[in-house]
């Protein structure tokens, strides 16, 4: 299955998160490089568009990508640079995510998660052996990460 048709099938997941949402969002943290790497494969495999306004200069949490399901309904991708000096303004881009997860480890992350009562999962326990640029990886993580946000609306 390609990773067009692996994040097509998340429609229904997604649905499942918020019914009457018309957004459902995951979070990915990590440095500021990693979340560039990973925007670009994104928006490689087409089922994905650009956010509507232009990534900020300063290492804040931004729209990376948004991949449209159907009538309405959007997986939005937001990265979360891990620049410490920013930390303060995590908690409030954190606390709109269905799902965090976290491509390199911060004390600092933690914290701003506990914050919010949530945890960040790191991507290698969603996709083994998981690689930015790949977007077989990609479409894998974020298919999990979806996945593991219905399981915690259930219950």
Known sequence: MSSSDRLRSVRAVVRSIAPAADRVCVAVC??????ATLSRAMLRMGS????????????????LAA???????????IGVPLEESFAPTWSLA????HFVVKL?????LD?????????????????????????????????????????????
């Open 30 to 35: 990590a440095s500021p490089a990693r979340l």
């Open 48 to 63: 994905f568009r650009p956010p509507p306004e232009a990534a900020p200069r300063a290492p804040i949490p931004h729209a």
């Open 67 to 77: 991949m449209p399901l159907d009538d309405g309904l959007d997986l939005e991708v």
């Open 94 to 97: 954190l606390c709109r995510a």
């Open 104 to 108: 390199d480890a911060s004390a600092a």
């Open 111 to 155: 914290e701003a998660c506990a914050v919010i009562g949530t945890a960040a999962v790191d991507a290698t326990e969603l996709a083994q052996g998981f690689t930015e640029e790949d977007e077989e990886q990609v479409a894998t993580l974020l298919r999990a990460a979806t996945e593991r946000a219905a399981e915690r609306a259930k219950g």
